[in-house]
């Protein structure tokens, strides 16, 4: 049972055992979102090869990314209008029967359909998450659970192809959905029997065409990032169709907001100066990480040789650094109350790691790209957890939802457009390269193989090392890109204001940003 007193003159906060057990159903729940997409990925081949539809195999990612975008939003507010609990647990039901009928799928249509319902769940797991966290433990004392949070993120990219490989190969890819049943059953029963929010009842109606504005907004800007360069050129009408989509929808939902009793996303969180600096930052750190997460495996396989089925365990410098990191920022944020000099150092350290990256080259061994990546890691461990932090820490209890699906929409889009401009860059420069060295029609028939070690093996020596040239070069630019951008979050993290952290004391107990009290959580968590 979780206790939290109403009494304003006690601490406010929860029992550090029964917070335990609270986060421990809430990190299973995390895990089941973040780990989804990593089995997925390893078993889609063999998916293909039963259900063919070969030409739609990305809509089976991109339908499961857009609903999660779409309806991270929506949860945050759903959760601050009629409370938290019921939210979060219905995103898991959502999310179990999307993965379950997923596992029953009798062909493509039918499953990037199913995906979709998944995506729905998962958008409110990682929210429900974040918010009910906010909702919990003061800003102060979050410090202490940060490594549990960072741990699980390293848990799911280093376990989950392991996972799905093994799964696939012995169970059968429907497998890969019907295992987060288990979990989610054990999610569902722990959270319904140890989280005890009150319910809230809701002033006003939910803001439908907020909603279905901001949705639109989203999905043309994630479909513009997911086919810019790819499915169509960028200069294509498709594109220039969703962009001028995606401009009016975010006009059109601007003025829709300023009119609504209760805004799907209340732009006044947007006056605090600290929210609107981590929610760019965190933006960053989305291009930055998921660029990072895509790259560094394509590298180590084609260009150092490593296997693909352990591609998790490449990423283990960068993750494991990370985790390390977002510890120790998280214990001292908690003992100290300071945090402003994390956004500085993990700018400075995102930057480094990525111009270390990008001077990657054929003859760069894993020892000295580990500690590139290690480099890399440890400025998102002072980034990751700690934006989620302030921006929570900027906003009333009331906006605690939308404050963390917001700062979690911008680390997602972050990450779509990162993978899109660093994948569109990637691949310009490995065209040219391969045309450079092997000519137009030889590059052109090089290029039809995969990028992994087993199948560059069975290359010509000659375009075996044109291709490892070329994707070289390729990540070179991805990563001076990334570079680039991160020097911005760098800047922008000299302008964040070190306001206190609810909890802190006595000393912080009335202070918030702009003079106004910050609300410690009130909410009474007993049975």
């Known amino acids: 049972m979780v206790e939290m007193t109403k009494n304003t003159e006690n601490s406010g906060e929860v029992k550090p055992r029964s917070v335990r057990v609270v986060l421990m159903a809430l990190m299973i729940a995390m895990l089941l979102a973040m780990l989804d997409n990593m089995i997925i990925g390893t078993a889609m081949p063999t998916i293909v090869g039963e259900l063919g539809g070969l030409e739609h195999l990305s809509w089976v990612v991109t339908a499961y990314t857009l609903a999660t975008a779409a309806s991270t939003p929506i949860w945050g507010k759903v959760g601050d209008m009629y409370g938290r609990k019921g939210s979060f647990l219905t995103s898991i039901v959502i999310f179990l029967i999307g993965s379950a009928l997923s596992g029953m799928a009798q062909d493509m249509g039918q499953l990037i359909g199913f995906r979709a319902i998944q995506g729905l ?4 797991l990682m929210v429900g998450v974040m918010a009910i966290i906010g909702d919990l433990i003061p800003p102060r004392e979050r410090g202490k659970y940060q490594g549990m949070m960072a741990g699980v993120m390293a848990l799911a990219m280093i376990g989950g192809p392991l996972v799905g490989g093994t799964i696939t190969d012995h169970m059968g890819w429907r497998w890969s959905f019907y295992i987060n049943l288990p979990l ?17 009842k809701a002033q006003g109606k939910i803001d439908y065409l907020g909603a279905a504005l901001l949705t639109l907004a989203i999905t043309s800007t994630v479909l513009v990032t997911t086919w810019g360069g790819t499915e169509y050129a960028w200069g294509s009408g498709e594109i220039i169709g969703l962009i001028v989509v995606g401009v009016v929808a975010i006009a059109a939902f601007l003025f829709a907001e300023t009119k609504a009793a209760e805004p799907v996303m209340p732009l006044h969180i947007f006056r605090s100066r600290n929210f609107t600096l981590m929610s760019v930052i965190g933006f960053l750190v989305g291009f930055a990480m998921f660029g990072g997460v895509l ?23 960068m993750l494991l650094s990370m985790m390390v990191v977002s510890l120790i920022a998280g214990r001292v944020t908690t003992s100290t109350g300071k945090y402003k000099i994390f956004p500085i150092v993990g700018g400075a350290l995102m930057v480094v790691g990525l111009f270390l990256l990008a001077t990657m080259d054929t003859d760069t061994t894993r020892l000295v790209s580990g500690l590139y990546m290690a480099v890399l890691g440890a400025g998102l461990g002072f980034l990751m957890q700690i934006t989620m932090l302030v921006a929570q820490n900027s906003v009333d209890m009331k906006d605690m939802g939308v404050a963390s699906s917001s700062a979690t929409l911008f680390r997602t889009l972050g990450g779509s457009f990162g993978v899109a401009l660093m994948g569109s860059l990637f691949t310009s420069q490995v065209t040219d390269t391969m045309t450079d060295r092997l000519g137009p029609a030889a590059a052109a028939n090089a290029g039809s193989a995969q990028l992994d070690a087993a199948s560059l093996a069975k290359l010509p020596a000659v375009m075996r090392e044109a291709y490892q040239h070329a994707v070289a070069a390729g990540t070179h630019s991805a990563f001076l890109l990334g570079a680039a951008i991160a ?12 306001v206190p952290l609810r909890g802190a004391g006595p000393a912080a107990a009335g202070a918030g940003e702009g003079g106004k009290a910050a609300q410690a959580p009130q909410e009474s968590l007993a049975h």
């Open 121 to 124: 769940g998962a958008g409110g």
């Open 487 to 498: 020097v911005l979050g760098f800047l922008v993290a000299w302008f964040v204001k070190e």
């Open 184 to 200: 989610g059953a054990v999610a569902l029963a722990m959270v319904s029997a140890v989280l005890h929010l009150p319910k809230k």
């Open 295 to 317: 790259y560094l495996p394509l590298f180590q396989q084609a260009v150092q040789g490593a296997s693909a089925t352990n591609s998790g365990l490449l990423l283990l410098p």
